[in-house]
Nanobody, 121 residues
């Protein structure tokens, strides 16, 4: 059974930085590296939004609002996903979730419980 556990959230001032981590268990090293990973977020009163994703080859995509500020990366040796968040804005305030799927899956199968990010103006 795959489990995803996020950490690294907190409260920062506008312009600050945070680094989120997502530790995955239940994978072997080969199955984790063959999984696509992503970060989502959900602000109060809003729907869940995809923030960034990374495929098995390390290719990344970002939602427009975070391009140039956020960087997604993965350490397959440690089964860990990261989200480096720089130049944070109040509108980045949300619960951040990591998600995983196999390449053959059409949707995101595994989800963490989330870590809260709050950016004060």
């Amino acid at each position: 059974q795959v489990h995803l556990v996020e950490s690294g959230g907190g409260s920062v001032q506008s312009g600050g930085t945070l680094r989120l981590s997502c530790a995955a268990s239940g994978y072997t090293s080969s199955t984790y590296s063959s999984s696509c990973m992503a970060w989502f977020r959900q602000a109060p009163g809003k729907g869940r939004e995809g923030v960034a994703d990374i495929d098995t080859a390390g290719r990344t995509t970002y939602t427009d609002s975070v391009k140039g500020r956020f960087t997604i990366s993965r350490d397959n040796a440690k089964n860990t996903l990261f989200l480096q968040m720089n130049s944070l804005k109040p509108e980045d305030t949300a619960m951040y979730y990591c998600a995983a799927r196999r390449v053959i899956d059409s949707g995101w199968i595994y989800w963490g419980q989330g870590t809260q990010v709050t950016v004060d103006s």
